[in-house]
Every structure is written in structure tokens, then in C-alpha cells.
């Protein structure tokens, strides 16, 4: 086997162990450090590229929107959000080259905690919103729907893809691997609703498909938009085989927000 199945084995089993072994408040700990890298890795490529980007103040206001959010919840997250606007500013005036680089680094570091860390808040909200062992199953379909529809898009783009979707940001995504991975997306979803047995309706697992078909597959989108910007492969090489934490949690952040907010709008969370 080479290094992505050989990680493969080893991770996925430690994962599902921790997602349901593991204390909500555990959880959501390991969560945050790998919310950590993959912030981490983001602000590096920025730094790579010439961006006069810091990484401890980031780093720590990381932390305070994941805590914020997950210990007081939507206020936490706004006044924690708020915070980031003011505090990374701030930061960038003591920044080495300020104030060369003043806009373009505080741009940076302020995406980097709000994107990662708000998508993540959520992420983490997937786990420890619902009752009972419903955000297990749920945080277990959202992981395996997600995964097998970029493995359908990956192997039916492999092999079938002849039209390419965006040339300049991911020259190897196809129109044809896009139609695999939404196919994937809707068989997973009706394997996952039985297999999880989740409590919702056809209708509302057929939206939840239609939702990570979409967001899925544009969360790794923008990430190789950074990737190809900041002019590298792999966010790192942390991950053998895989990359790093962003590349493997890229999908997961941009997909985690829309699928919560359609769980709580139709009140299927409470």
C-alpha cells in the first residue's frame, strides 16, 4: 500500500474512536488543534508568498473563536468575530515591516482565523448541537457523504474526464468528475440515512445531498485557488500522502456551515 492507504488505515479507525469515545469537550479540543494546522499551514503559504502575515496572534485569536463559540454559542462566535477585527489590526502595527504589507497581511490573518475558525465552530457544533447520539451519527454521515463523493469525483474524473471545470485554479477537475462526485454524494446520503439510521425525511436528506454536492467540491476549490496563488501543491506535508490539515479539512469547513444552518432552519436540531 502506499502512503495515502497506509495512513488511511491508521487514521480512520482513531478517528471514529475519538468521534465516539470521546467526551464532547475532548472532542472538541482535538478539533481545535487540528483547526490549529490547518490555520497554521494557511498563514505559512501566505508568509511563503511574500505576505507580511504573523502567526502567534492569529493563532491565539484562533482560539478564541472556537472557545467563544463552543462555550456561549452564537454570541460567543459574534463577539469573538469582533475581537478578531480589532485585535489582528492591531497586531500588524508591530508587524517587522509595517507598514509595508499593512492591508494585504491583516487581510490575511483576519481570513484565515474567521474562515477557519467559524467554519470550524461549526464543524464542532455538528458533534455536541443535537441530543443523544444523534450529533455522532450526524458528524458520521456528514464525514463518509463528504468523502465518498470526492473519491466518486476523483475516480470518475480519472478515468472519464475529458472537459475541464476551472483549468486555471484545478487543472484536473472535469465537468465528468463533478457528475461522479454528485452522484456519489446522492447514493452515500441514502446509504447513510439507513446505515446512521438519521431521523429526518427523504426530502430533507435529499437538500442535505444537494447541499455537499455543491459546497464540498468549492471548499476544495478555494483552497487550490490559495494553493495555486501562493504557488504550492500541498498546504504541508504533515499528513503522509494526504498533504496537510487544510488540504484534508478543506471540503469540511466550507460544507459544514450551510449544512447546520439548513438543520436549524428546519428545526431538525431541536
Known amino acids: ?17 475519538a468521534v465516539i469515545w470521546l467526551p464532547p469537550e475532548a472532542f472538541l479540543g482535538l478539533l481545535g488543534i487540528a483547526l490549529a494546522l490547518a490555520a497554521d499551514e494557511l498563514l505559512a503559504m501566505a508568509r511563503g508568498s511574500g505576505v507580511a502575515a504573523g502567526r502567534f496572534f492569529p493563532l491565539v485569536m484562533l482560539g478564541v473563536v472556537l472557545v467563544g463559540s463552543w462555550v456561549w454559542g452564537a454570541t460567543g462566535m459574534a463577539v469573538a468575530a469582533l475581537a478578531v477585527v480589532l485585535v489582528l489590526p492591531t497586531a500588524q502595527l508591530a508587524h517587522p515591516r509595517a507598514p509595508d504589507g499593512g492591508l494585504t497581511g491583516t ?11 467559524l467554519c470550524g465552530a461549526c464543524l464542532g457544533w455538528l458533534r455536541v448541537l443535537p441530543d443523544g447520539d444523534l450529533g455522532i451519527r450526524l458528524l458520521f454521515f456528514f464525514l463518509a457523504t463528504i468523502w465518498v463523493g470526492d473519491s466518486g469525483a476523483y475516480y470518475v474524473g480519472s478515468h472519464f474526464g475529458r472537459h475541464r471545470m476551472t483549468p486555471r485554479i484545478s487543472p484536473n477537475k472535469t465537468w465528468e468528475g463533478l457528475a461522479g462526485g454528485v452522484t456519489a454524494t446522492f447514493a452515500a ?37 490559495f494553493k ?28 459544514a456551515p450551510p449544512v447546520l444552518g439548513y438543520l436549524l432552519a428546519a ?4
Do not use: N
Open 1 to 17: 500500500m502506499g502512503k495515502r492507504e497506509v495512513f488511511a488505515v491508521v487514521a480512520i479507525p482513531l478517528l471514529v474512536a
Open 107 to 117: 487581510a490575511v490573518t483576519c481570513l484565515a482565523v474567521l474562515y477557519v475558525g
Open 267 to 270: 428545526g431538525l436540531l431541536g
Open 228 to 255: 495555486r496563488d501562493t504557488k504550492v501543491k500541498d498546504s504541508s506535508t504533515l499528513i503522509p500522502g494526504h498533504g496537510g490539515f487544510l488540504d484534508r479539512t478543506d471540503s469540511l469547513l466550507y460544507a
Open 189 to 225: 446520503t441514502a446509504v447513510a440515512k439507513l446505515v446512521f439510521t438519521l431521523p429526518w425525511s427523504w426530502g430533507h436528506m435529499a437538500a442535505l445531498a444537494a447541499i455537499l454536492a455543491v459546497a464540498a467540491p468549492v471548499g476544495d476549490l478555494i483552497e487550490s485557488q
